[in-house]
């Protein structure tokens, strides 16, 4: 998986959840935790660790015991946060758009 993979399928969900499970497991295997060791310490099933190294399945709340585990949240932390504003055209169209609560159908 490279880097223009990353780029020519980044929409792809299946392409992304495996690309986070590998990034996952290279973190794992360099910070030196065994499955089991990692399973233990972060209270998610040994099966559940496997299942998303092997095929990219897991619960969001299982993923984020993992990531403070490995101490790696800051990700989750930018997650759906708000664009920043690069240029004055970025912030005219902010500041014309009305923040809406609510999506009417």
Sequence with gaps: MTDIDF???KSDSKFLLEKIATNFQKMRISKKF??????QRSGVSLSSLKRFEQKAEISLSSLLKLA????VTDAFEN????????????FLYKKKTKKRKRVRK
């Design 7 to 9: 780029l020519l399928n």
């Design 34 to 39: 065994t499955q089991s060791d990692l399973a």
């Design 68 to 71: 403070i585990t490995l101490d």
């Design 79 to 90: 997650l759906f946060a708000e664009t920043k504003i690069d240029t004055i055209e970025d």
